[in-house]
């Protein structure tokens, strides 16, 4: 036999004509002349090399070997069919991996994006890769992930971005400290103060330091530590205050204050960011499209300002 001559319009016939047991009907089923079943019927017994139909009663059955290529031909055609719809989930996002890029602060918020979308979709793998965004920005340059969260998002011509949650910066103090303790507090009353700073270049920074110089506000002690984490039990400890993200005080305890500075919170926002230069997966955009729809679901109402859809392929 001569494997090379079977091909899968040849299976699709000779099983239509075993499951029929009429050339004419299968001919009827698959859309086809009864001289073209015909034809087809020789030409795969030709390729196997032995009779594979024998006539019954009016009836079309198998011979032992063709017994044996109805049996292999139901396992190709059923495996091409399993093909088939793992293509067409991969095509509409069901199936798939895509790679997320997200800054450290991020973090507090990703988890509640991620859970409920890995639930509805457990046939799409998602590489998570965390860290400052020094580092985020050369994925994105590189263009190592699909989708990227920034605070602070990158420029420039292939950057697409669109708003997704609201960011606000709030002063952190030991709940002990004076500061908290009052209804509100001017800036200018806390220069003295030792603040505890994320390294240059981190969006937090650069949005605090921005409002300082916007309010001819210098600092005189500062203490530079790049973590959130490390920063809000050095805190809780007493060394210092801090501005952070008000999402990542979900896990403070009863030590850690929120202080009522005039002008606070700032105003900062999270990002969806993807490169115009890059084909997005289909479940990235899948992903995209779940975030659209269901954000409302995942976060409280009043940090939801969403913009997701102008990334979302047609």
Known sequence: ???RHLTFRLLQVYVAVIRTGSISQAAVDLHLTQPTVSLQIKRLTEAVGHPLL???EGLYKPTLVGKELYRAALDALTRFDDFKLFLNDAEQGNRGHFSLGIVTTAKYVVPRLLSPYAQQYPGVDVTLNIGNRETILKRFDNQLDDLYLFSHPPTGNNVMSGRFLRNPLVMIAPVNHWAARRDEVDIAELINERFL????????RMVTETWLRDHN???TKTLQIESNEAIRLSVETGLGLAVLS???LAQANANLAVVNVKGFPLLSHWYVVRSGDKRLPA???QFLKFMN???NEWVEEKYVQNEIAKLILS
Request: no cysteine.
């Open 1 to 3: 036999m001569n494997v």
């Open 54 to 56: 024998e006539n019954r």
């Open 197 to 204: 700073m994320r390294e240059p270049g981190s969006a937090t």
């Open 217 to 219: 506000i210098q600092l």
């Open 246 to 248: 008000e999402h990542t």
């Open 283 to 285: 479940a990235a955009n």
């Open 293 to 295: 729809d269901h954000l």
